[in-house]
């Protein structure tokens, strides 16, 4: 076991390794109890290493066999974490090291563990040094031959890195394969699979003509799954030729799926390996949000054989060079697979209710953190999410084909390193000519920026002018911030609905985007002849919050006239959100504030649309979720009165638009075959969003029982499920309904997942009872991170009035699961407890229960450290 209390890495602390391994060469002989590993290193001393250096390796659990040096035995010092030898000689040298692990014994599900039976590894970010003695850290970059011997019963497919090399039988039943990856990578990279899985296949022609075969490998019986993965894949490695120059590198690439992962996917090099919740799919299983998902994760996964993979990271504070920048990879790509503006809303919808609450709170730090106790704590919504609007600023302040330049540049320049945030910035500010220091503040300040807007137009002198300032408030550890470079893409718009032409106004202008650099900025616009509206932070610019004084009348203008989709979307969210509020503040949520009318009006006006995408349609009659609603409340939240001010207004709009929203709902069936394209896909989201409405509009569960009978595909039929068990619990139609569901898919652990989630976002007082029942639900496995996640994490992430109960009764349960959990599975419960991480904003009597419930955890004896940072974090 690693130490409880741990050490605190620093960036400033950085050093590069002692010894470097140029080759690495493994043989594995697969026992589920008592797996033999002969790992054979050729070792040297780095550039710059005094000789005679002390060589010592990182260890995690391991039990060694033997150990020799050059042949010979050797003189070494070894405890389970730790591997030091004194005298090493000064030329290169050979290593073999013999270890013993159980993978069946492995819940951590890091390292080698078994899932269903298949052996499989999960080795980033510091899981192979469970394997063997390493220096396990990215900027080692080592060869690796594999060698697999198995049982062919039990393990008929062996899977590693690289390229396949040799393969055969042995005596006993027994049979290997080897595999050589001519590309050095760190040991993070390293994967191996061994199991009774079934492989789909199909090929792929790169830009330069090699032919490369595809593999996609799932659990026996499930094949049928896999050919939107296997599409999504080739899309993929066609986009990343076409858009940013990038050609795939082996022979071969191979995708297994299995059901125990405690992340979305892994990108070792020809061998990703995937949360089967993101492979498995075909319209009886799968929704609609489940075929996206699969397609943006493979990009994501494939996308990092060049942003991860070929360029590495030199340690793991520079996490958000391959994340961050993946992530932006993967955006931009499902931004072309499917609409742009409703992608931009998803991808804001998910960084305000995931990375606004984690920078806004105690576990906030920057896109390249400078310390950390526990770096499996660093995956964090602010490292990958933050971390792509940070590239997609840098495009926009450089421009488009600046942005290109640069990429290239650092393609071409850092292929085979193991870089840094300064390499990159670097091929950015040689590609566009100017500094990027300030603009650099965005990797190294905490904190969402806050900027406030005032405008004053003069009419007599055809003038309007922008006043803007920015905040960027205090976070643990930084106190004192600086101004930042943020670019605010903006728009001027007649009463008419055309554009202002304000080109070459000021410095701080240029092609539409305000770019703010001092605390405060009065920007001047001149021949401006008529009261103009003005629309700011189109398309989400930049990761701010956004104050701006502006009449009624102008924002519905621009929810109802803004010409950019994801920008009208925005102001009719912010009108949305401001009315909420304040129901919230004037009656507690009883009553929906002041006169709505507008407002209500133009939910119609979107419902009934027809020129518009129905997906986007179907995201905007979405109101803002109850998690980021009460972030924006400030201090002393109420989540029951959050809850009932959103319905309130839910409930004013279903009752005035009944009648057109059940006309719309009728005329959006169809008699076609499933498609799980994004225009279909639009129809059914449409469709849902409505069904809630008319749900509360008509009473009764009539509609939502007549959808979930004539359902003939998982996203309709999941989605009528949903409406009956979150609207109406109690009635026969959502018991009648969760039955059939259950006797239809009760043998499939990912489709009763969705039903665990239902269960878990049922609103209200009910909702902690409601969960301990559900933990008795067969599906309801502790050792399985999907289905953890489906029933707990739904429950505190996604059911905020569920969640907060003033008893306490919510975190206890919580609490009690990451007890169970943390000792068997550090990273699951580290992941549970960041759940409490916006405890200070609750009102007295919640604030006060989860005290008193994080206090307890944090007296557990054996808590891990994973969770203990989190949690000190958390209190801090
Ligand atoms: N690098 C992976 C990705 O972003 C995620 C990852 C990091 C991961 N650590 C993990 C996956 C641990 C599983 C387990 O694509
Ligand atoms: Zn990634």
């Known amino acids: 076991m690693r130490s409880e209390v741990g050490t605190t890495i620093r960036l400033s602390e950085y050093a590069p390794p002692s010894y470097l391994v140029s080759a690495v060469s493994l043989t594995f002989r697969l026992y589920p109890r008592r797996t033999i590993v002969k790992a054979a290193l050729s070792v040297q001393l780095n550039l710059g290493t005094v000789p005679g250096t002390e060589l010592v390796f990182d260890g995690d659990g391991i039990e060694l066999l ?90 008929p497919v062996l899977l590693s890195n690289g390229n396949p090399g040799e393969a055969g039988e042995l005596p006993d039943g027994w049979h290997f394969a080897e595999w050589h990856d001519p590309w050095p990578k760190p040991s993070y990279l390293f994967a191996l699979v061994a199991g009774d899985i079934v492989g789909a296949f199909d090929r792929f022609t790169t830009m330069s003509g090699r032919e490369v075969e595809l593999g996609v490998y799932v659990e026996r019986g499930k094949e049928s799954r896999t050919g939107w993965a296997i599409e999504s894949l080739k899309r993929s490695m066609k986009w990343d030729e076409e858009v940013f120059g990038r050609e795939y590198d082996l022979d071969v690439f191979n995708i297994v799926a299995v059901s125990d992962f405690n992340m979305g996917a892994m990108e070792n090099k020809g061998l990703n390996i ?105 995956y964090t919504a602010t490292v990958y999410e933050k971390g792509s609007e940070v590239i997609r600023m840098l495009r926009m302040v450089i421009g488009d084909s600046a942005f290109r330049v640069g990429m290239d540049r650092y393609f071409g320049r850092h292929d085979g390193d193991a870089a840094t945030i300064e390499d990159f910035l670097a091929c950015f500010e040689e590609a566009s000519g100017r500094s990027l220091a300030q603009f650099a503040l965005w990797y190294h300040q905490a904190g969402t920026p806050q900027i406030t807007a005032e405008t004053q137009y003069d009419k007599d002198n055809e003038r309007l002018v922008l ?105 009719l969210d912010r009108l949305a959100t401001d009315t909420i509020l304040a129901s919230y503040r004037q009656s507690g949520g009883r009553e929906l504030a002041g006169s709505a009318d507008a407002l209500i009006a133009l939910y119609g006006e979107v419902a009934c649309d027809e020129g518009q995408d129905a997906a986007w349609r179907a995201l905007t009659l979405t109101l803002p979720g109850e998690a980021t609603l009460g972030r924006e409340a400030g201090l002393n939240v109420d989540p029951d009165a959050i809850h009932d001010a959103r319905e309130a207004l839910l409930s004013a709009i279903a009752e005035s638009h009944a009648s057109d929203f059940a006309e719309i709902y009728g005329a959006l069936g169809t008699n076609e075959p499933y498609s799980p394209d994004a225009l279909s896909a639009g129809r059914r989201a449409l469709k849902l969003v409505l069904l809630d409405y008319l749900t509360v509009a008509e009473g009764g569960a009539a509609r939502g029982k007549d959808l979930f009978d004539r359902a003939d595909n998982m996203t309709e039929e999941a989605g009528a499920l949903e409406n009956l068990i979150l609207r109406r619990p109690q009635s026969t139609e959502a018991k009648a309904a969760r039955a059939a569901f259950e006797a239809r898919h009760g043998d499939d652990p990912l489709v009763m997942d969705k039903l665990l989630g239902m269960i878990a976002r049922v609103p209200g007082g009910d909702a902690p009872t409601r969960i301990l029942e559900a933990m008795e639900h067969p599906n309801y496995v502790e050792t399985n991170p999907n289905r953890v996640r489906a029933l707990i994490a739904s429950f505190a992430g996604a059911n905020p009035s569920g969640f907060h109960r003033p008893d306490g009764s919510g975190y206890r349960i919580l609490a009690d699961v990451i007890a169970r959990v943390a000792p068997q599975n550090p990273q699951l419960g580290a992941r549970l407890a960041t759940h409490f991480r916006s405890w200070k904003g609750l009102e007295t009597t919640r604030r006060a229960a989860a005290y008193e419930v994080l206090q307890s955890l944090r007296n557990k004896p054996d808590l891990p450290l994973d969770v203990r940072d989190i949690i000190d974090r958390t209190l801090s």
């Not at 030199?314 to 499902?334: A, I, M, N, P």
């Not at 650099?517 to 002849?529: A, N």
């Not at 990761?543 to 979307?569: C, K, M, N, S």
Request: negative net charge; proline residues 7%; aromatic residues 10%.
């Open 66 to 155: 033997s150990l020799t040096l050059n042949g010979l035995p050797v003189d070494a010092t070894t405890t389970p974490e730790e591997l030091r030898i004194a005298g090493v000689p000064h030329e290169p040298f050979t290593l073999e090291i013999e270890t013993a692990i159980d993978p069946e014994a492995n819940l951590a599900l890091s390292g080698l563990y078994r899932s269903n039976g298949v052996y499989c590894t999960q080795c980033e970010a510091e899981g192979f040094r469970r394997i063997t003695y390493f220096p396990d850290r990215p900027d080692v970059l080592s060869v690796y031959t594999v060698r697999i011997e198995a049982l062919s019963s039990e393990a």
């Open 274 to 378: 995937f949360n089967d919740k993101y492979i498995l799919a075909d319209f009886r299983t799968a929704t609609d949000t489940d075929y996206a998902n699969i397609e943006t994760i493979i990009a994501h996964e494939y996308f990092h054989n060049w942003t991860g993979n070929r360029i590495t990271c030199r340690d793991w504070f520079q996490l958000c060079l391959k994340e961050g920048l993946t992530v932006y990879r993967d955006h931009e790509f499902s931004a072309d697979m499917r609409s742009r503006a409703v992608r931009r809303i998803a991808e804001v919808r998910t960084l305000k209710s995931a990375q606004f609450p984690e920078d806004g709170g105690p576990l906030a730090h920057p896109v390249r953190p400078t310390a950390y106790r526990e770096i499996n704590n660093f």
């Open 467 to 571: 006043t803007l300032d920015q905040f960027v408030p205090p976070t643990p550890d930084q106190t004192d911030k600086k101004p930042m470079h943020i670019p605010i893409a903006f728009a001027l718009f007649r009463p008419d609905g055309a554009h202002f032409s304000v080109s070459k106004q000021s410095d701080l202008v240029q092609d539409g985007i305000i770019h703010l650099t001092e605390q405060r900025s009065e920007v001047v616009f001149d021949g401006i002849d008529e009261q103009p509206v003005v629309s700011l932070l189109r398309g989400f610019s930049a990761p701010v919050t956004l104050d701006i004084g502006q009449p009624e009348a102008d924002r519905i203008f621009l929810a109802r006239h803004e010409d950019d989709l994801y920008t009208r979307w925005q102001a």
